[in-house]
């Protein structure tokens, strides 16, 4: 297996296009009995651990959705946790199976490391927060400040875009971990936190005083934050994409972890179809055909895990927006399993 995964090392040293891993990653899961997800270091609503070490968010829920697909348990996991620099040399050299850690959809991303992202799990872009007392209420007021932020992310180049686009100067003090990026900011090392703006609201809640700060209107990019595998394993491929389409079209049938039994008996077929009542499905990507009906009934459907982990009654607040359904004012959208 390292044998293998040589080449993408090579090629992203030297700037080289990546070649591909190998094929046995859903054998290797199974082979060890869980699924390693790379995740956050701890942002609240996508991953983070509580005092006891158990991680919750909607990028845990998906390593769960994972678990339950291949194994019908939502727990078969374990998780790495890692830094912005970190993630893909995890995923690369085989350290974890997926990463699903609030990680942007970029096309060098896509085509250079020799990863594939499985799809869009959360649609984010990214703002600025500051502190009230400053009285600053655009982003475009911001001349001359230091802006706080992760090394390694598509962060840095788009703050480089934005304020050059704007003629305006500033000074980036950045840091590997986020949470030295929140206690730099909290200490006024810098008057800017930037960062995706669901982790502004997330990070804000780790502030000394949450209320002192305030997230500004300016949305200055598009972050289509996603699971990422490796390249070259189309059937492990095929079980990320899917397990994310499952949910998503879970919650357009209107399939929930309360109701997915009884929705075994239902007459629509495109229920039928994702609960593996008809066709083989689930056959066909390496699974057993009730591969979705554990997801659902394990984890949920899209909606609840939004709402569990950032919905409008958690003390993230965060309204479905461009996350809601295509046909319920949104953007989110998955292909059919037929």
Known sequence: MTKMLLPIAFGVAFGLGATAASAATLEDVKEKGFVQCGVSQGLPGFSNPDAQGNWTGID???????AAAVFGDADAVKYTPLSAKERFTALQSGEIDILSRNTTWTMTRDT???????GVNYYDG????????????SALEMSGASVCTNTGTTTELNVADYFRANNMEYEIVAFEKADEV??????????????????????RLKLTNPGDHMVLPEIISKEPLGPVVRQGDDEWFNIAKWTLNAMINAEELGVTSANVDEMKGSDNPSIKRLLGVEGSFGENIGLSNDWAYNIIKLVGNYEETFNANVGPDTPLGIARGVNALWSKGGILYAPPIR
């Open 60 to 66: 845990v829920d998906y390593c769960r959705a994972v």
């Open 112 to 118: 250079t490391l020799g990863l594939n992202f499985a």
């Open 126 to 137: 990214q703002g600025f927060m500051v502190r009230k007392e400053l009285g600053v209420t």
């Open 182 to 203: 929140v206690q730099a900011y909290d200490a006024g090392r810098c008057d800017v936190y930037t960062t995706d703006a669901s982790g502004l609201y997330a990070q």
